[in-house]
């Protein structure tokens, strides 16, 4: 009799939780790509594949690394003009991205690298560049003089280009986790950096919850509840240095050199594809609010949340009902 009521109990408790034995939660926390990241993975085999993803993003951060030596950006920064050899990951990404630099009409520009390291963004050592060297620098900076060969696997810029893919990293990690993860019929929530992935459905089929932190503080200025997709921000904010009281952050406009001032503090993107989110996050900031919706307009393939300097939030319609401003926060919300 006591062995039926234990049994009973258990079954009680494991309803009551959501939780059976192929949702087994195991979470952890780890430094890569220069950020903190979590991963919450529910799974029949959960620690395994928690291991599994962890190795994935340590592998990719050691073929996207800028500064890694062995990787294979560094070596395309290092050819000067030279036809490079690379995996065939990197191919893809590389012309991904570009194809995704086009998109965005250059606002996306992952050969602004030369740019990002003058401003000091790479080595934490801060510089403000005077306006000759700005000018120098762009003349290197054209995503259309990337050139890729997929069949051969191999990458070529021109002398005096470099490419950086800080931009996109996080989004296409989030996205090579997550088809890893589904594949093994497991799913989860993975903040790669303030970049969300989320995979599957929650075991009480609820939406996941993402914050969305506020650039000024430490808390979240929004919340959204999103099913299976890619939450990215983008933000001024999250690296930045201060000289004779003027703050300099690491968003670039390929146009002028200097970082992008738009009228946008962060941008987030909602996104089926998270390299795509990724990319466009970037994009959407240096554009400014009013090419940011336009941009939104003409597409309707992802959904945007906007925060203006005014204080305005812009929330695009697909998102609209699954929205939420934190209690405290007094900003005025236009959906579009
Ligand atoms: P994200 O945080 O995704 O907006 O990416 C910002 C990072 O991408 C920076 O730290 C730079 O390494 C790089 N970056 C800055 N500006 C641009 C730009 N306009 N296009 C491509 N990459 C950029
Ligand atoms: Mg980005």
Redesign the pocket.
């Given at each position: 009799m006591k062995k039926i009521i234990c049994i009973l109990l258990a079954a009680a408790i494991m309803l009551l939780s959501g939780c059976t034995t192929a949702n087994k939660l195991d979470s952890k926390e780890i430094f890569a790509m220069n950020t903190v990241m979590d991963f919450s993975v529910y799974g029949d085999d959960s620690e395994q594949l928690l291991k599994d993803i962890i190795n994935k993003v340590n592998d990719i951060d050691s073929l996207l690394s800028?500064t890694n030596k062995n990787s294979d950006i560094y070596k395309i920064n290092e050819s000067n003009g030279a036809k490079t050899e690379v995996s065939a990951d990197t191919a893809k990404l590389i012309s991904d991205a570009k194809s995704l630099?086009e998109e965005t009409g250059g606002?996306?520009?992952?050969t602004?690298?030369p740019?990002?390291k003058a401003w000091g963004?790479?080595t934490e050592e801060y510089n403000v560049p005077d306006s000759e060297e700005i000018s120098e620098l762009l003349k290197n900076v054209n995503y259309s003089n990337i050139e890729v060969d997929s069949q051969q696997s191999t990458v070529t810029l021109k002398e005096n280009m470099q490419i950086?893919?800080?931009?996109?990293?996080?989004?296409y990690t989030g996205k090579v986790l997550a088809d890893y993860l589904k594949s093994n019929g497991a799913s989860g929530i993975l903040n790669l950096g303030g970049?969300v992935q989320t995979v599957g459905e929650k075991s009480d089929g609820s939406k996941w919850s993402v914050g969305i932190k506020d650039p000024s503080g430490s808390g979240a200025f929004a919340a959204l509840s999103v099913g299976e997709t890619s939450v990215?921000?983008?933000?001024g904010y999250?690296?930045k240095f201060e000289r004779d009281s003027v703050v300099y952050h690491?968003?670039?406009?390929?146009k002028t050199g200097y970082p992008?001032n738009n009228g946008i503090l962060s941008s987030t993107v909602i996104c089926s594809d998270g390299l795509r989110g990724?990319?466009l996050?970037?994009?959407l900031?240096?554009m400014g609010t009013e090419k940011a919706i336009e941009y939104y307009k003409a597409n309707k393939d992802f959904d945007m949340v906007l925060l203006g300097d005014d204080n305005t939030v812009y929330v695009t319609e697909g998102i609209k009902n699954d929205f939420k401003l934190s209690n405290g926060y007094d900003y005025s919300i236009k959906y579009i």
């Open positions: 800028v630099c606002t996306l520009d992952i602004v690298y740019i990002v963004f790479t950086d893919l800080g931009a996109v990293a996080k989004g970049n990215i921000t983008s933000g999250q690296r690491h968003i670039i406009d390929p992008a990724d990319a996050s970037t994009a900031y240096v």
